[in-house]
């Protein structure tokens, strides 16, 4: 079975920029769940898609937004970029809210 | 207050040592996740508990449901263990993860 890919690995973006963070799914899973980690600490919960409805969302604003597709995989999008937006996105896939969670490597986002 | 306490932030032992790694929480959950994260920031999934104890290879993972509170032990620690170790704990209440800061552990040879 494959594992969660996640792409761009790095990227570096200007303050006021869009981006757009990729995350495939592990195969048999339908939930993918977004996590930012700042330098340092644990990740935070941003929201989560369950069969392409958003489903739980973070203390994140509606600036971050996000798509399942129907083959679950699922996209992050960040608009009007700042500065503390710099981190690592962690993308989680599982089989509804209660399976183990399956991580991507992550996508290293910097704001400059 | 955190709703999920690690201690210690960090570890350093020398290659062979017990490692304890303690997680206390104040939320109620369902599920308490044992995660590993290396360097380059991928995380691995160790345990999932929501009672008692799990074993794999070295790794014990235990959790005491009234006390709220969990371990992850690693036996016979080796260098290739260096790493941070997080727990994160499923709220019963949202079904969201909610993570702890990390362990970041380091085993001399």
């Known amino acids: 079975e494959t594992g969660v890919t996640q792409s761009p690995t790095h990227l570096i973006k200007t303050r006021g920029q869009q981006v757009t963070l990729r995350c495939s799914s592990q195969?048999?899973?339908?939930?993918v769940s977004w996590y930012q980690q700042a330098l340092g600490q644990g990740p935070q919960f941003i929201f989560q898609?369950?069969?392409?409805?958003?489903?739980g969302r973070g203390n994140f604003p509606p600036r971050f937004s996000g798509l399942q597709f129907p083959n679950y995989s699922s996209e992050l999008n960040v608009n009007a970029l700042e500065l503390d937006d710099s981190a690592l996105y962690l993308c989680?896939?599982?089989?509804?809210?209660?399976?183990?969670?399956?991580f991507g490597s992550g996508t290293r986002l910097t704001v400059v | 207050k955190n709703e999920v306490e690690q201690s210690p932030q960090n570890l350093t032992a020398q290659e062979g040592e017990f490692i304890t790694i303690n997680c206390s929480y104040s939320?109620?959950?369902?599920?308490l996740h044992w995660l590993q994260q290396h360097p380059g920031g991928g995380i691995v999934s160790l345990f999932m508990?929501?009672?008692g104890k799990k074993k794999h290879g070295r790794l014990i993972a235990t959790i005491n449901i009234q006390e709220k509170h969990s371990s992850l032990h690693i036996t016979a620690s080796h260098p290739r263990d260096s790493a941070v170790y997080i727990c994160?704990?499923?709220?019963?209440?949202?079904?969201?993860?909610?993570f702890g800061t990390g362990t970041r552990l380091q085993v001399f040879p």
């Open positions: 989680a896939s599982s089989l509804g809210s209660y399976g183990g969670y399956t």
């Open positions: 195969s048999g899973h339908n939930t």
């Open positions: 898609y369950y069969r392409e409805e958003e489903n």
């Open positions: 939320v109620g959950i369902s599920a």
């Open positions: 508990l929501s009672s």
């Open positions: 994160a704990v499923r709220s019963y209440n949202t079904d969201k993860l909610i």
